[in-house]
């Protein structure tokens, strides 16, 4: 997801009835993430709670600290049980990834030489224990390397069991900087739950792609994701007929986009709609520089950008945004994020589509109304509210309300499928 600084006025959000758990907005947001996830057992609620207690309100290094710490806790405790006990084994070591996943949304923030000295060690240390916990599964999640290009994305299969049956499966498609650990409480247990497969991935900028490969993000998603759909429909254990895909956070505009050009899936869930990534950037420039933007002043632009970025906070988040673009230079920078737009191709789109508009939306606040205003086929808009705990982007305090709308969405949408389909 998008990161903004405590002064942006975009992420001054109305919480509604669930107060605050931190004033730092983006303390809090990570908080409630962290929170929802327990739901799926992704962490515990008093362990959760007893970490937060233990971070100064906005230190980054504290933030940091106390989740590393909490993982190598857990890290601990599976590594001791897991021969004994996989499946408490395989919490643990699941609960351990997303909180060195937790603790790696706050290298922004620190000092450039720490942030590069932990980022790379503490991805990894978050994928070791995901990849333990798929180890532990007893054959049920398996790793899928999808052919990209000169190289491969890695993926994942999670299913129900080990019997082989062609599922339904749910492709997943995480947003800027989400984890694989991220995707688990986002809907890859609910699909388990329900019988289906759930599939997840690394696509170019992001996680592996991004730390280890360096291969930065694209716009046109469909060069990424019809790869993933060939792997998977040539696999025995997935139902082809029966694809469903599911875009979080930033995916909600790359799921989208790769609709407009693949047809294979049966219907999608897009949460939020995203139409233009860019407005996630530019919401934060005075209307001076939007108008060197769109007038292509480059070297003006760029020079007022430097004095900007003779802040050390601005600039550490500058570089961290820029990071999975692979491109230093500002103006080339916002205006290669203004490719990721949905407005020229959102006309193509076939495959029925579910957009989630929660209240207090604060990173493309109103693009899925936009969204639906563009598309042609079958598509519907379901609003969360504030009333419910299900404010701010993606829910992140109700995942299973959510899921729950999401999912009986998609059953009827396999459900109403022609009979030769099925």
């Not at 230190?59 to 590594?79: K, T």
């Not at 749910?170 to 388990?192: H, I, Q």
């Amino acid at each position: 997801m998008p990161v903004a600084s405590n002064a942006d006025p975009i992420r001054t959000v109305t919480t509604g009835v669930v107060r605050p758990f931190f004033a730092d907005a983006d303390f809090d947001y990570a908080f409630r993430c962290a929170l929802g996830a327990t739901g799926y057992g992704a962490g515990d609620l008093g362990m959760w709670l007893a970490t937060a207690a233990r971070i100064v309100d906005g230190d980054r290094q504290s933030w940091f600290a106390a989740w590393s710490e909490r993982a190598d806790q857990l890290v601990r405790l599976a590594d001791a049980t897991v021969a004994a006990d996989p499946v408490g084994a395989s919490w643990a070591y699941l609960s351990a990834s997303a909180a060195h996943s937790r603790a790696l949304g706050a290298v922004d923030g620190l000092p450039a030489e720490q942030a590069d000295a932990v980022t790379v060690p503490t991805f990894r240390s978050s994928r070791r224990c995901w990849d333990a916990m798929i180890d532990a599964s007893g054959g049920r999640f398996v790793r899928v390397d999808v052919p990209y290009e000169d190289t491969t994305l890695p993926g994942y299969l999670l299913r129900p069991d080990t019997s082989g049956s062609a599922r339904p499966t749910l492709v997943m498609t995480n947003g800027s900087d989400g984890s694989v650990a991220d995707l688990w409480a986002s809907g890859a247990a609910e699909a388990l739950d329900r019988g289906w497969n759930a599939f997840v991935y690394d696509g170019p900028g992001q996680q592996s792609m991004l730390f280890e490969r360096h291969v930065p993000f694209r716009p046109d998603w469909e060069a990424v994701l019809t790869p993933v759909v060939d792997s998977l429909v040539a696999r025995p254990d997935v139902d082809a007929a029966a694809l469903t895909a599911y875009g979080l956070s930033q995916g909600g505009f790359w799921l989208p986009r790769a609709l407009a050009f693949e047809h294979r899936f049966v219907a999608a869930v897009a949460d939020p709609g995203v139409v233009d990534v860019s407005t996630s950037w530019t919401a934060y420039l005075p209307p001076e520089m939007i108008e060197l933007l769109d007038s292509g002043q480059k070297d003006v632009f760029d020079h007022y950008m430097s004095q900007a970025g003779q802040d050390p906070d601005t600039a550490r988040t500058f570089a961290f945004r820029a990071r999975p673009y692979d491109i230093d230079d500002p103006y080339d920078l916002f205006a290669a994020v203004r490719r990721y737009q949905l407005r020229d191709v959102a006309g193509q789109i076939r495959t029925p589509l579910l957009i989630t508009e929660p209240e207090d939306e604060q990173f493309w606040p109103g693009q899925s109304a936009e969204l639906a205003t563009l598309l042609t086929g079958p598509h519907q808009i379901v609003h969360f509210t504030r009333e419910d705990g299900a404010n701010q982007h993606c829910q992140p305090l109700t995942p299973r309300f959510a899921q729950a709308t999401m999912f009986g969405w998609l059953t009827a949408q396999l459900d109403a499928r022609p009979v030769e389909r099925r």
